[in-house]
């Protein structure tokens, strides 16, 4: 009988909790491991892209404009004779930081506003999502735009128009973060370990920082990695239309906005192809590792 109990108390010993579950289910999804090498790997190299560029991103070579692969340009010249290999791997750097810095703002608003309004409900819960309605019907390329031809030609430090877009960015596109952290919280409201804590008197900031966030964290961090693939799209798309940030930033959209003429797109792919298949190839790993982080988390799937 006491060895029998020795053995069972081993056994609850080396149960592993649902976080470390999902993480070992995630580590063998092969499709996911290798997309998230391959961010780690273009994050890596977009840090240290100072010290791989081979020429300043903004130094001109006037006489080879649109120029072809050479060993000094890897991947010839744009428009305006800068080197192309460089500003790829600056444009790395300045598309994923957009696409972060607007996913963490993001987060930061909608899950306030969502844990506020699902927690307390009743009127404070109205409001709040009359005003997340809003927010999401409010048309944001056309707001996007406007801004940037109202204040493009005022703004001197070329950094601002990135600022400027960020800022829009958060603001107006939080609203389905915010509407599904209600409803992540107001389902946790139902359940047990949250009465139980209501009931013994549990201050209210305990409450929704040891038990309600740790407990719908999972759902927040599968819709990061997924808006996170879309603001970098947003981001590229705006700057490929020329309303996004400054075209003396290197970025992917910028990168592709430079080689939309017919000349470079049917003769020259070195010019479009690379930022092209930069955006295609992170933006799927993002999903792939989203998707893998969804099924990981399911507790429908854990054995």
């Known amino acids: 009988m006491i060895k029998k109990r020795h053995n069972n108390l081993k056994t609850v010993k080396k149960s592993s909790s649902p976080t470390q579950i999902a993480l070992q289910k995630f580590v063998k ?17 977009s840090i240290i892209a100072p010290l791989l560029a081979p020429l300043p991103i903004n130094q001109q070579d006037l006489l080879n404009i649109k120029g072809d692969m050479t060993s000094q340009n890897l991947l010839g010249t744009d428009s305006g004779g800068r080197d192309n290999f460089s500003r790829l791997l600056y444009a790395g750097r300045v598309s994923l930081t957009i696409g972060l810095v607007s996913t963490i703002g993001m987060l930061v608003i909608g899950i306030a506003i969502g844990v506020i309004s699902g927690y307390f409900g009743g009127l404070l819960d109205t409001l709040l999502m009359r005003i997340t309605e809003f927010v999401m019907l409010f048309p944001f390329l056309i707001f996007a735009i406007v801004l940037n031809a109202a204040l493009g030609d005022k703004i001197k430090n070329p950094y601002g128009s990135a600022i400027i877009l960020v800022g829009v960015i958060i603001i107006l596109s939080w609203g389905g973060i915010a509407r599904l952290v209600r409803g992540k919280v107001m389902q ?45 799209v947003v981001e590229s ?33 070195w010019i479009w192809m690379p930022p092209a298949l930069m955006i295609m190839f992170t933006i799927l790993s993002i999903n792939f590792v989203g998707e893998g982080l969804k099924d990981a988390f399911n507790p429908k799937g854990r054995k």
């Open 29 to 45: 999804n092969k499709i996911a491991m290798a997309s998230l090498i391959f961010l780690i790997l273009v994050a890596i190299i």
């Open 237 to 269: 798309g705006l700057s490929f239309l020329g309303f996004g940030i400054s075209k003396s930033i290197p970025s992917w959209g910028n990168m592709l906005s430079d080689a939309q003429e017919g000349d470079i797109i049917s003769s020259k792919p």
């Open 188 to 232: 946790e409201k139902e359940n047990e370990y949250f009465l139980a804590a209501k009931s013994i008197g549990t201050p209210t900031y305990k409450i929704i920082l040891k038990h309600l966030l740790p407990n719908i964290l999972s759902v927040v961090i599968v819709q990061a990695t997924l808006t996170f693939a879309g603001m970098i």
